[in-house]
């Protein structure tokens, strides 16, 4: 816990002035006035060596094809029986080959990849067969691609119109269960691979591109949902995926897709350092959760003595009447009769009325109402603070970069970016920040005797320092805006070497609070 232990907020501040001046000395060596890059990435993460790629389906399907491949050249199959086996295993290669040296037939007949036809039918060119769905008769060619009567694995003869009418409505209504289709005959067993699939839907009359298109996407997906290592984004409509190959138990799970969501590659959820995955489980669940409707109501209303319906107290007067049809009038007190005469007002009476266990768990469920709703308020509140943000970074982008180079008369826009990786810097710093409260709140007791007041002096030094640098960005830049005089002597560069300095502070202080968090501090 490198720097992150100061005995005063006097000695922080020296502390940040010194790490402050030391940056100013190491931008006078390298150069002065020149842009220093801070390896921030354009959706405001600071960059460590990355332990994970961003794919399109073009190549996860490269890799799928390989895996594809590999598996048929292995068992010595088709391309297609390979297709239709693999999902069958999840994919999982090791499992389908035990299986498979151990029991070929025992394999084959859990898919449906049949060693020789059910129905046998003679390559005689004047054969004509019977649809098994529209009962017309069809010239039968074992040779053409384009027969008007095809037949599975099993040798049961359809149509192809009939064929293609269970395939689309397959594909269109089972979803992903459609890698699984077997033959309409009710008995039959006979899987339906890709290669028949794609005879049906490309080769007829009526091409059906999308529907096939859609037939490989939900393969696709099949391999990646079953891959250890590669995740789609969980943003909507986004067609990326993240190939994952960190190891190690305090392997950071942060990464960046291309359609600019940040979250965890782990649970997919935001961005949560420094709290773990199963702790952001437990908090988002327990938001959700109807229990703390019920603590609400357990900590401020009281059960009527006499029917237990829950009560409100809404007025100044301490006499209670229940609701009708029960109409008992009693004291908000003690819960005593009103009319025999209540005297729980005197001290001496109120010490001699005794706390039932009702009341005890009542006070306990207040308390904990009460932190739960200190820790969430703050919680949501560095989320909305956080979104603000990012409205202010657009119009940074948009508006304000481009009003600074008009007054500077300057078209060289990577000049300003120290001003872009700031707010990305206070993007950033603000969901740490944001989580460090569901940290604090699932402290355990003897944590809390322990560490609590440590952890409240870090979290709020960060605050600090993250004000202090969200203040710069905005407040200074708008005065340069507001005055274009400024911009064009020493307060800017002063203003730009001021930020660059405290952005690579602020920086450093919350990767260096995150990882003290994450280690138990």
């Known amino acids: 816990m490198d720097n992150l232990h100061y005995e ?18 190491a931008d006078d060596e390298v150069g002065g006035d020149y842009p220093v ?26 890799l799928e094809e390989d895996y594809i491949t590999e598996v048929s050249t292995v068992l010595s199959i088709s391309v297609s029986d390979a297709c239709l086996l693999l999902p069958h295993f999840n994919w999982r290669v090791n499992d389908l080959q035990d ?33 098994g769905i529209c009962f017309d008769e069809y010239d039968y060619s074992s040779t053409g691609s384009v027969s008007t009567i095809l037949t599975a694995s099993c040798g049961h003869p359809y149509c192809r119109d009939c064929l293609a009418g269970y ?18 005959e009710p008995k039959c067993s006979a899987a339906i691979g890709p290669d028949l699939i794609q005879n049906v839907l490309l080769m007829s009359e009526k091409k059906e591109k999308d529907l096939y298109d859609k037939y490989k996407r939900y393969l696709l997906r099949s391999y990646v949902e079953n891959h250890k290592k590669i995740k789609w984004c969980p943003a909507p ?14 392997v950071s799970y942060d990464v960046s897709c291309a359609c600019s969501l940040k979250y965890c590659w782990n649970c997919t959820e935001e961005s949560h350092r420094p709290v773990d995955c199963k702790t952001v489980k437990k908090w988002l669940l327990k938001n959700e959760d109807d229990s703390q409707n019920g603590k609400w109501i357990m900590v401020n209303t009281k059960p009527c003595p006499k029917c237990n319906r829950s009560i409100e107290k809404n007025l100044g007067c301490n006499h209670m009447t229940c609701r009708s049809p029960c109409r008992y009038e ?21 010490k001699s009325v005794k706390e039932n266990v009702a009341e005890i768990d009542r006070r306990k469920a207040k ?76 402290l355990t007791e003897e944590e809390e005797q322990t560490k609590q007041e440590f952890f409240e002096w870090l979290q709020g030094h960060a605050e600090y320092s993250l004000e202090q640098l969200h203040n710069r960005a905005e407040s200074e830049l708008h005065s340069f805006l507001d005055s274009p005089n400024d911009i064009k002597d020493s307060k800017f560069i002063n ?26 501090l």
């Open 367 to 442: 308390r904990d109402l009460e932190r739960y709703i200190h820790y969430y308020e703050r919680w949501a509140n560095n989320e909305r603070s956080k979104k603000k943000a990012i409205e202010d970074f657009e119009k940074v982008k948009t508006l304000h970069i481009g009003k600074l180079g008009d007054l500077q008369e300057n078209t060289v826009e990577h000049l300003y970016n120290f001003i872009i990786e700031a707010w990305q810097q206070i993007i950033e710093c603000r969901q740490v920040l944001r989580w460090t409260f569901v940290y604090g709140y699932y």
């Open 99 to 131: 299986e498979w040296f151990a029991d070929e037939d025992k394999v084959r007949d859990r898919v449906g990849l049949l060693k020789k036809p059910v129905v046998d039918h003679s390559a005689a060119g004047d054969l004509k067969l019977t649809c």
């Open 237 to 250: 409509n986004c067609e990326y995926a993240i190939h994952f190959y960190g190891v190690g138990e305090m």
């Open 167 to 184: 395939i689309s409505t397959s594909i269109n209504d089972r979803g992903p269960a459609c890698l699984m289709l077997r033959c309409p």
């Open 37 to 62: 890059d801070y390896d921030v990435d354009e959706y405001g993460e600071t960059l460590r060596e990355k332990n994970y790629t961003l794919m399109n389906e073009e190549e996860i399907a490269k």
């Open 495 to 520: 203003f730009k070497r001021n930020l660059t300095s405290l952005t690579k502070v602020t920086g450093n202080y919350f990767n260096k609070l995150a990882r003290a968090l994450e280690e138990g």
């Open 330 to 350: 009693f004291c908000w007190y003690c819960l005593g009769p009103i009319r025999s005469g209540c005297h729980c007002k005197g001290f001496s009476r109120v």
């Open 8 to 25: 005063s907020d006097e000695e922080a501040d020296e502390n940040l002035q010194y790490q402050y001046e030391r940056d100013e000395e």
